[in-house]
């Protein structure tokens, strides 16, 4: 592991609905900021109802510990400002010191 290439601090959501009255809202928790590289791999524009929305799809490693051990795919990533969608989650070569993370962002804001 190369430690310089770890230099951003993403910051981990975990979602949270809460049911009240028999009605589900959906919230974030803040979960920390962690050590990690965000890395773009390709974006696309799509056109929908007439307005030109654009989306990315984005490799994010981040230091194994006991708070990146527990992500789930419907947990979320902040960096810069920018919310990603987790859509795929690795052990990189299952020794416990990265996660490679695949996401999205753009169209649906986070």
């Not at 770890?6 to 974030?28: A, E, F, K, M």
């Amino acid at each position: 592991m190369r430690a310089g290439r770890l230099r951003h601090r993403p910051r981990l959501w975990r979602n949270t609905p809460t049911t009240v009255d028999g009605s589900t809202t959906i919230g974030w928790t803040d979960l920390g900021y962690v050590w990690g590289a965000v890395e773009p791999i390709r974006g696309r524009e799509a056109l929908i109802a007439g307005a030109t929305l654009a989306e990315a799809d984005t490799r994010i490693v981040l230091r194994y510990n006991t708070l990146t051990a527990g992500l789930l795919a419907r947990d979320r990533i902040e960096h810069r400002g920018v919310y990603y969608n987790i859509y795929s989650i690795a052990d990189i070569r299952q020794a416990d010191r990265e996660i490679e993370i695949l996401a999205k962002s753009g169209l649906n804001n986070g």
